[in-house]
């Protein structure tokens, strides 16, 4: 059975960070893409942070020079450090992973609350 936990999530004031983890387990994690996704309020989900097997990153314009997604194969795990977080960073963040053949799986969520 696969399962994706995410946790980090929480209340922080604009400018500060924070830091998300997503711990994988029932996948052969590191032969996974894995992103983080975002959904705020009333809006579609998004793209955030993405990072393949091979370790390659992309992010969303809106992310740039203020996250870093990161995965640490041995642990199971991916991070999305977050820095600079401003109000517009408000929503709920979602772990997926995907792979070609085995398919996609999604976390449950972890809100994140900037205050202004």
């Known amino acids: 059975q696969v399962q994706l936990v995410e946790s980090g999530g929480g209340l922080v004031q604009a400018g500060g960070s924070l830091r998300l983890s997503c711990a994988a387990s029932g996948i052969i994690f590191s032969a996974y893409a894995v992103g983080w996704y975002r959904q705020a309020p009333g809006k579609q989900r998004d793209l955030v942070a993405t990072i393949t097997s091979r370790g390659n990153t992309n992010y969303a314009d809106s992310v740039k020079g203020r996250f870093t997604i990161s995965r640490d194969n041995a642990k199971s795990t991916v991070y999305l450090q977050m820095n600079s977080l401003t109000p517009l960073d408000t929503a709920v963040y979602y772990c997926?992973?995907?792979?070609?053949?085995?398919?996609?799986?999604w976390g449950k969520g972890t809100l994140v609350t900037v205050s202004s």
């Open positions: 997926n992973v995907q792979h070609s053949r085995w398919g996609d799986y």
